[in-house]
């Protein structure tokens, strides 16, 4: 029996169950609880024809020109589990488990493929269409984690969102089928979850199952029925009714409350796996008002702080939400790999881990330093409000420095 997937969820809202033409998006990421998450910019980028690009494991061609992106990531790979980029798109993976085992071969891994679609999709349906393009050319396998000992491997699930509309790509080694969404709450977790409402899908896809005996040709066809292992095709999605109970009021905090929900699953907390990051993005429909990204780049957003980041040109890096660097020294970079694991930990999750332990050692003043943080957290929620309310257009000096000065202001409270 295959490992299972570790039990991320990944939401959209689109109005109406939105608030005022906003599309809102979220990802907790469930993970090995002791990796560290960074949050990491990159700006656009040029280059020349013929350079390469090194992802997690392989090389493969780079493009002429790359999009800005914000990214948080496991800090010992080259892609990520969500982001966004400077169009407002949005990308976030599911590691999923088919009846077709994933490859042990190292390729691109699901979460190269966020950060690749990114990197060179402005909109929704070009990120997909880059991701597809790249499976089909390079093909996906790996470790999934930072594990010596044993090769953890999944097929990819990808929420992919723009201003106007979703993607659901679900995938089993280089054959996939994609739904189009625009309007209402979807969410994604690690199992699949498309049925016969099928947008696009690789041309052999149909040809490819009947040859495996998966599929007769006579019944609709159902991406899940047929893909899923017997047992595994479960309703999963235990956060979508929250959000749809918000009945047309899904805002940026709906989102964030979702996310922190312990007792609905969503936020995981089990003995294997812990949410070790999570992102909301606020997509308005009108393109005069820009996206807003919220970050924690910590571990449980119930006990973290989501901080908000609009890309801007020369916005301000922030070292302290930013994994140390290895360079060629890297574990993960040696073959054999992960032969050891250095400490990834970086500053802001340093200080969060010191918070940690007082909210489990010290309860009044865990409470207390809480209630600062979240006050802290409304105050950006309220700013960003303001900012997506005004009609005159913003000025980017306004917010070159906000997510910089979040991280700043949380690790002051810590100290």
Not at 58 to 75: C, F, G, M, N
Not at 173 to 200: F, M, P
Not at 204 to 226: A, I, P
Not at 330 to 341: C, G, L, S, T, V
Request: aromatic fraction near 10%.
């Amino acid at each position: 029996r295959m490992a299972a997937a570790p039990p991320s969820y990944c939401f959209v809202a689109f109005p109406p169950c939105s608030k005022d033409g906003l599309v809102v998006f979220g990802k907790n990421s469930a993970r090995p609880r002791d990796e560290v998450q960074e949050v990491v910019y990159f700006a656009a980028a040029e280059y020349d024809p013929g350079s390469k690009v090194e992802c997690t494991y392989i090389e493969i061609e780079q493009v002429l020109k790359t999009h800005a992106v914000v990214l948080s990531r496991p800090s010992w790979l080259w892609g990520a589990e969500m982001g966004a980029n400077e169009h407002g798109v949005c990308v976030a993976n599911e590691a999923v488990v088919t009846r077709e085992p994933a490859s042990e071969s190292e390729a691109l891994l699901g979460m190269d493929l966020v950060r690749l679609g990114l990197e060179r999709g402005a909109t929704a349906k070009e990120a997909l269409d880059v991701i597809v393009a790249l499976l089909e050319e390079h093909g996906q396998g790996g470790n999934y984690y930072e594990d010596g000992s044993s090769c953890h491997t999944f097929q990819s699930a990808f929420l992919i969102v723009d201003r106007n509309e979703a993607w659901i790509l679900e995938t089993s080694g280089k054959y996939w089928a994609a739904e189009k969404i625009t309007e209402g709450v979807k969410c994604i977790c690690n199992q699949l979850s498309l049925t016969t409402k099928i947008d696009a899908e690789h041309p052999e896809l149909r040809n490819y199952v009947k040859s495996q005996g998966w599929w007769n040709g006579d019944s609709d066809f159902n991406f899940s029925e047929v893909f899923s292992l017997a047992d595994d095709h479960l309703v999963c999605c235990s956060g979508r009714e929250s959000l749809e109970k918000q009945g047309g009021d899904v805002s940026a905090q709906a989102m964030i409350d979702v996310l922190r929900d312990k007792d609905s699953g969503v936020c995981v907390d089990s003995e294997s796996f812990l949410t070790t990051a999570s992102i909301v993005s606020v997509l308005p429909q009108d393109p005069s008002f820009p996206c807003i990204h919220y970050f924690t780049g910590t571990p449980d957003p119930s006990r973290s702080i989501f901080k908000p980041f609009i890309f801007v040109d020369d916005v301000k890096l922030v070292p302290k939400v930013q994994s140390p660097s290895f360079g060629n020294d890297d574990p993960a970079k040696k073959i054999p790999r992960f032969q050891e694991k250095p400490d990834r930990r970086h500053e802001l999750y340093k200080a969060h881990e010191w918070a940690r332990s007082l909210l489990e050692n010290d309860q009044d003043k865990g409470q207390k330093l809480m209630r600062i943080m979240l006050d802290l957290e409304k105050q950006g929620l309220e700013a960003m409000e303001d900012i997506l309310s005004r009609t005159e257009i913003l000025d980017p000096a306004e917010v070159v420095d906000l997510f910089y000065d979040c991280v700043d202001t949380e690790l002051k409270f810590f100290k």
